[in-house]
């Protein structure tokens, strides 16, 4: 089918370069993307009625998952991957006579593949990024940015979005267009400080043409205009508040959308989308929040859909127990408030499809949405065949061939030794004692902060350095989401598994005895509160996969520990979970917290080495409502580079030295009935080599207990011992 290419423009009316024109128009079947390049001419609007269909197609939070591959295990992932994710895009544009290709954001981090050209082997100025090369198989019509597009900093990420960033910092001479995604990113609420103007274009308009049927049954080919308005999450201030302190502000998403959506309207738009890098929460609306997508679409007239993303969830979800089920979500409709809303998962495991009805009035020559014949689905990668079995969607063969240098070039990287270890280094027990894949980053992390204090930072040198770390990996995506390092050679995979967040950095913030107290509270709201006199079982941890009572999730990454014979405190389970902004009405569960064998003193001051994430954004939580952490420091390297360089430095690792040191037990108490938590099925060796003798084997497998479908073993903790 011939394509026209009457040009994109930006929020100004101005034309943008023509290959970005080109690249977007392209990705139309009809309205734009078959294989077929050859141009058209712009059809004349007719006169008669009309009706066409168009669905627009959402792919979000790819994480730079590529290839449905798995850099830790060195093996293949057919859960994941954009390679799949494209199986479903072409599958939907034989099927659908026009369709609309966008990404929402957190595209460019996640997988070693983005670390390795943006850290370890950075991408030169003169190449495309290798996401966008497997994008461009696609012909991608628009994008956002998402949060973690930040987290290599505003230099990087003008490069790769091929140069031209006015802000603070930043060459907006290196990068080359050409280079670029070749679609266009669009976002509206963040402002770079230098321009006062937005970062990137707030909206895009694309001129299309769309396959239609006229009133009297002939096939025509009509206009179409489309505002795609990009929004993100605020939160980039917080998380990664030492690369855009001073450049760059954000504005609240809600009031974006009511800004900017009457401006493309009034520019010609037939159909207006949002692109939010966000999720939804309907529990009261508040400036600059998370997750907006509720409150836009209840407060915001004339958006005909949005496309969410973010919080990794599925929407419209028409299981028994779906992620939003709050008055206004309509999950058989695929509406909120009324609003066309699509929410395709993450790591391309699943395709958002909104499906439009559109009606064309001959008269007013003007396009209007037929909402009763609209649909919203999300389809996913798997299905279960005939026998019950998971079966995946065959591969891309030109995503693969897109990322296949990069990707070899990361294996390798992956696969060099850094060190051995006599012990295998797990957090599959973790949540109940186990620090075998804990300490060593504390200890990484400890050494680095304590150099640092020595040698900049004299003010401080009377004050103790302490770590926290958390198990990043804590069985949440499944029962294999646990670190799990084999005793032996360790490699750079290695420390990659025992830090997972590559775009991490080292922060320490100076605290006092009574601070850290509150911290470790925070921190055991990851267990529920077990009555001793009950004899039905209960479930210790407070996580959706692994054993939740009735109560938000409290997820393993936020389960910060100590683990320094200088520490030493108990988790008292019986006790209620700790309110931070009004202690009287929570519990304490935090008994027995000591220093170097001493009752711990409030007023004693302390360094805390961790991590940028919870140094600028966690102080609500952990300290109070409105509180912020002293950060002293804040240093540019990563924490996962931190950990790999301090196991090259040490060479070997052992447990005695590196694995064994726990600074926390639970307190101990008789229970009339079972306590139990899920785990890895098969791995009750890890928890007895690492000491855990009141772990024992409840039952090989969780089919129909707590939700389970045979995935996680379930395991008894004896809290008396």
């Avoid at 230099?155 to 140069?163: A, C, K, M, T, V």
């Amino acid at each position: 089918m011939s394509l026209n290419v009457p040009g994109l423009r930006d929020q100004h009316g101005r034309r943008l370069p023509t290959l970005l024109a080109l690249t977007a128009t392209l990705a139309l079947t009809a309205c734009g993307g078959s294989d077929n390049d050859t141009p058209a001419p712009t059809p004349e609007p007719v006169a008669q009625n009309a009706t066409a269909q168009l669905a627009l197609l959402e792919t979000t939070d790819l994480h730079y998952y590529a290839r449905s591959f798995n850099y830790y295990s060195d093996k293949e992932d057919k859960a994941v991957g954009l390679e799949r994710t494209a199986t479903l895009i072409r599958k939907a544009r034989s099927e659908f006579a026009n369709t609309l290709l966008v990404d929402n954001g957190d595209t460019i981090q996640g997988t070693v593949l983005g670390t390795y050209e943006a850290q370890v082997a950075p991408l030169p100025a003169t190449q495309q990024l290798s996401m966008y090369k497997a994008m461009a198989t696609l012909k991608y019509d628009a994008g956002v940015l998402g949060n973690h597009e930040f987290n290599f900093g505003l230099p990087y990420l003008s490069q790769i979005l091929g140069g031209g960033l006015d802000v603070a910092g930043v060459d907006p001479k290196i990068g080359s267009k050409d280079k670029g995604p070749g679609f266009p990113i669009v976002t509206a609420n963040v402002t770079s400080l230098k321009s006062n103007k937005p970062l990137v274009d707030p909206y895009v308009i694309l001129e299309r043409n769309v396959s239609a049927t006229q009133a009297d049954g002939k096939a025509v080919t009509l206009p179409i205009r489309i505002g795609v308005i990009g929004i993100t999450t605020p939160g980039i201030l917080n998380w990664d508040k030492d690369k855009l302190e001073g450049k760059v502000s954000t504005q609240d998403g809600r009031d974006t959308a009511a800004k900017y959506v009457p401006e493309v309207r009034a520019k010609g738009a037939d159909l207006v989308f949002v692109l939010l890098h966000g999720g939804m929460s309907a529990s009261g609306y508040f400036a600059n929040m998370e997750n907006p997508g509720y409150y836009i679409t209840k407060d915001v007239p004339g958006i005909d859909g949005i496309v969410m993303g973010h919080e990794h969830n599925t929407f419209p979800d028409r299981g028994a127990s779906p992620a939003y089920k709050f008055a206004g979500a309509d999950n058989a409709k695929g509406t909120v408030n009324g609003v066309p809303a699509v929410m395709a998962s993450s790591w391309g495991k699943g395709l958002g499809i909104i499906n439009y009805a559109l009606k064309w009035d001959g008269a007013g020559k003007k396009w209007s949405v037929d909402s009763a014949r609209t649909d919203v689905q999300v389809r996913t990668i798997d299905s279960k065949d005939a026998a019950g079995k998971t079966v995946y969607v065959d591969s891309d063969p030109a995503v693969i061939a897109a990322v296949d240098e990069v990707h070899n070039k990361t294996r390798a990287y992956v696969a060099s030794p850094i060190g051995s270890s006599d012990f295998r280094l797990s957090s599959m027990f973790a949540d109940v004692g186990n620090v075998g894949a804990l300490q060593i980053v504390n200890q990484a992390q400890q050494e680095y902060v304590a150099n640092d204090v020595k040698t900049s930072l004299p003010q401080y040198a009377s004050l103790p350095v302490l770590s926290v770390t958390a198990p990043f990996k804590a069985g949440y995506s499944s029962a294999d989401d646990f670190t799990n390092v084999a005793a032996g050679t360790m490699t750079v995979s290695a420390a990659a598994d025992l830090y997972l967040y590559d775009n991490n950095t080292i922060h320490a913030v100076k605290v006092t005895g009574a601070q850290i107290k509150q911290w470790l509270e925070n921190a055991a709201n990851r267990f529920n509160q077990i009555d001793p006199k009950k004899v039905e079982d209960q479930w210790l941890i407070n996580d959706s996969k692994t054993g939740v009572q009735p109560g938000a999730s409290f997820p393993g990454y936020n389960f910060d520990v100590f683990t320094t014979a200088d520490i030493s405190y108990e988790i008292d389970v019986t006790q209620p979970k700790y309110n931070v902004n009004d202690p009287a009405k929570g519990g304490e569960r935090i008994r027995n917290l000591r220093y170097k064998g001493q009752p711990m003193d409030n007023a004693q001051q302390f360094i805390v080495a961790t991590n940028n994430y919870r140094a600028n954004s966690s102080a609500p939580f952990i300290l109070g409502t409105g509180k912020a952490f002293d950060i002293v420091w804040a240093a540019p390297d990563a924490n996962r580079e931190v950990v790999l360089n301090y196991v090259k430095a040490k060479k070997t690792i052992t447990r005695a030295a590196n694995g064994a040191t726990s600074s926390w037990r639970f307190t101990k108490v008789a229970t009339a009935g079972k306590v139990l938590f899920k785990s890895a099925p098969n791995e009750l060796a890890v928890a007895q080599a690492a000491g855990l003798a009141n772990i024992s084997l409840d039952r090989a497998d969780d089919t129909g207990v707590n939700g389970g479908t045979g995935s996680y073993g379930i395991y008894r903790i004896a809290l008396d011992q």
